[in-house]
């Protein structure tokens, strides 16, 4: 338990030892679970709980905080990293009302059987005063659900956007210290979670931005004592502009992918756009989450397995598809043996992209010379688009 301003508590788990999300994102540097309390002249708020694993560290740290009562929980986000100890709250503080809208309210009762009294349903930019100190909520939808909102502190400027502006990152620190460190996991939890819904957040950020915030809590990772730092990352991730950067996702069983995949990388290289490669059969998927935040072109790399693409590689553009980066131009290289609809199976995966693709590359066993003259022409067509749109 650690005071981040007065009378302002951070009560969450760092859970160290996490290494998967959903069963799906990697979590190469575990996770926090924050929760607050917000202690009034009048009245005390927990602005969310931990995952139900960690509910014995919250536990512990409201009763080292020797509270007494607790008059409101505040809920942002169902999920149950944050929602799942708001049972075990209600039954320690049994005067306790769960604070939240009404979308937020339905999904609790659905997901966790919350009785329905325990609610104090609140709407878009209502207030809520604990004597000295006064929380204003505001609704900002699809961050990443659609009952996600958040909690402004008045008096203090502290913004608590929940899952909005976190970090996969367990560390000892509660505000940012290592910045490159907290960037980089900021900007994996932005790939992974936030990137599908880039049009809400660019709403929810102008909200937002009318706000005057000193301080960004968010429900993982650090606390933002200088909120600038995540605010203009956010700002360049969710704008508009892509980067002159190629990425190539790609698997090769018996080498002919490769050989395209490197020969196109040297030829890219060598036209000044920068690469990021990715063998699919080692790569963490998260890495490559990052790189689709900026990168303007992807191109997918396959041999042909019984008709169709890999299945790493298929995997990869079901990822991608799911994220919808801003990437506009793809592309698809690889080899068959005898036949196949590789082509048409991995442009049909991605096609909630919004990219134009430009012919592919697709070869008959080994490479030839021929084959890496195509690779060179695919090489100048990138080039040429990246031109276009004036990045190169
Ligand atoms: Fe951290 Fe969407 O839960």
Not at 22 to 36: H, K, R, S
Not at 75 to 90: F, N, R, V, Y
Not at 342 to 348: K, R, S
Request: with cysteine; charged share 25%; net charge negative.
């Amino acid at each position: 338990m650690r005071q981040i301003k007065p009378n302002i508590y951070a009560v969450g788990a760092i859970d160290w030892d996490r290494r998967l999300f959903d069963e799906l994102i990697p979590l190469p540097e575990g996770t926090t679970y924050n929760a607050y309390v917000v202690k009034g002249s009048e009245k005390i708020a927990l602005l969310d709980t931990v995952d139900p694993t960690k509910s014995d560290v919250l536990m512990s740290n409201l009763m080292s905080l020797g509270l007494g009562d607790i008059d409101y929980i505040v809920s942002h986000h169902a999920e149950q990293d944050h929602s799942g100890t708001i049972p075990a709250m209600l039954m320690l503080y049994p005067n306790a009302k769960v604070v939240t809208n009404a979308k937020c309210k339905a999904m609790l009762i659905d997901l966790l059987h919350i009785e329905e009294d325990r609610f104090l349903t609140i709407t878009d930019g209502q207030t809520l005063s604990l004597g000295d100190k006064t929380l204003q909520f505001f609704d900002i939808p699809w961050v990443h659900w659609p009952e996600t909102m958040c909690t402004y502190l008045q008096e203090d400027r502290v913004l608590f956007p929940c899952d909005f502006f976190g970090s996969h990152l367990a560390a000892s620190s509660l505000f940012v210290e290592d910045e490159p460190l907290v960037y980089e996991s900021a900007k994996r939890y932005y790939a992974e979670i936030m990137m599908p819904f880039r049009p809400a957040i660019k709403k929810n950020m102008e909200k937002i931005g009318k706000l005057k915030i000193d301080m960004i809590a968010p429900s993982h990772g650090p606390v933002y004592d200088k909120p600038e730092f995540i605010l203009d990352a956010y700002r360049d991730w969710v704008g508009d502009a892509v980067k002159n950067e190629a990425v190539l996702a790609y698997v090769s069983m018996h080498e002919s992918t490769r050989e395209m995949v490197e020969h196109l990388s040297e030829a890219l290289i060598e036209r000044g756009i920068t690469v990021r490669q990715f063998n699919l059969a080692v790569t963490d998927l998260g890495k490559l989450a990052i790189a689709l935040v900026d990168a303007a072109t992807i191109v997918l790399g396959s041999p042909t397995v019984l008709t169709g693409a890999h299945p790493k590689t298929a995997y990869a553009a079901l990822v991608a598809n799911a994220l919808r980066p801003k990437t506009k131009f793809a592309s698809i290289i690889g080899s068959f043996g005898w036949a196949g609809k590789m082509v048409e199976q991995l442009a049909g995966l991605i096609s909630n992209l919004r990219v134009e693709l430009i012919e592919p590359v697709i070869v008959k066993g080994q490479p030839k010379n021929e084959d890496f003259a195509a690779l060179d022409k695919l090489a100048d067509q990138i080039l040429a688009k990246h031109k276009q749109i004036g990045i190169a």
